[in-house]
């Protein structure tokens, strides 16, 4: 139980170009979704917190405009980086919390964006 | 805020050694706390976690304490196996609502044959 898969798991592009990352909940509803990113040899770095049927939260020195959130239904967020530069290239990995309650996150495989 | 301080940064074992890793935290009303272990390239996988309503758990060969007053919470591995080399992170929650956690910097444990 409790898995969250991602999709794509790797992706490059060209300057300028978007990506769409999708995080699912495979077997469980999902109220909140967390969008982090990791840099090489670094910890996991809190982007935003996706909310079902709400606006996203952004953390401090994260655009909002350029890492749009969609948080449409119970088992899918999605995160959208906008005329991605290579500074964005980076580790993307979601999480999950269950609706029931419990604190437990559980995170997605991860998608690692190249952009060139 | 919260902050989440983790040492050491890097350890280096022998097989069937023991090791610890230690996280201070800055929020006295956090009550939760997960460890999570990343192997290189893949996901973060919860190994244990905490509520602060204990002082310790244990599932087999590893082990959680939490010191409340001190606000530092310690991970454990005991009689450590080559396949426990990974990159360990603590966390605890931001207070505001949504549980948001805060990672640690990530421990590096290499253990070697």
């Known amino acids: 139980g409790a898995v969250v898969s991602q999709h794509p798991s790797w992706v490059i592009c060209k300057s300028g170009t978007s990506v769409k990352i999708e995080c699912r909940s495979l077997?469980?509803?999902?109220?909140?979704m967390f969008w982090y990113r990791q840099f090489p040899k670094q910890s996991l770095m809190l982007m935003a917190t996706?909310?079902?049927?709400?606006?996203?939260?952004?953390e401090q020195g994260v655009e909002k405009d350029k890492f749009l959130i969609n948080h449409a239904s119970l088992t899918l967020s999605t995160l959208t980086v906008t005329s991605a530069h290579p500074e964005d290239s980076s580790f993307y990995i979601c999480?999950?919390?269950?609706?029931?309650?419990?604190?437990?996150?559980?995170f997605g495989p991860g998608t690692r964006l190249l952009v060139l | 805020g919260e902050n989440v301080e983790q040492h050491p940064s890097t350890l280096s074992v022998q097989e069937g050694d023991s090791a610890v890793i230690k996280c201070t935290y800055s929020?006295?009303?956090?009550?939760?706390f997960p460890w999570y272990k990343q192997e290189l390239g893949k996901r973060p996988q919860l190994i244990i976690d905490?509520?602060?309503?204990?002082g310790e758990k244990k599932d087999q060969r590893i082990a959680v304490t939490l010191n409340k007053t001190a606000k530092h919470f310690s991970l454990h591995i005991t009689e450590t196996q080559p396949e426990d080399s990974a990159v360990y992170f603590c966390?605890?929650?931001?207070?505001?609502?949504?549980?948001?956690?805060?990672f640690g910097a990530g421990t590096r444990l290499a253990v070697h044959p």
């Open positions: 077997d469980f509803q999902a109220t909140t």
């Open positions: 996706s909310n079902e049927g709400s606006k996203a939260t952004y």
């Open positions: 929020d006295s009303a956090s009550n939760y």
């Open positions: 966390a605890a929650p931001i207070s505001g609502g949504y549980n948001k956690l805060i």
């Open positions: 999480s999950a919390r269950d609706r029931k309650g419990a604190e437990t996150q559980y």
């Open positions: 905490i509520r602060s309503n204990v």
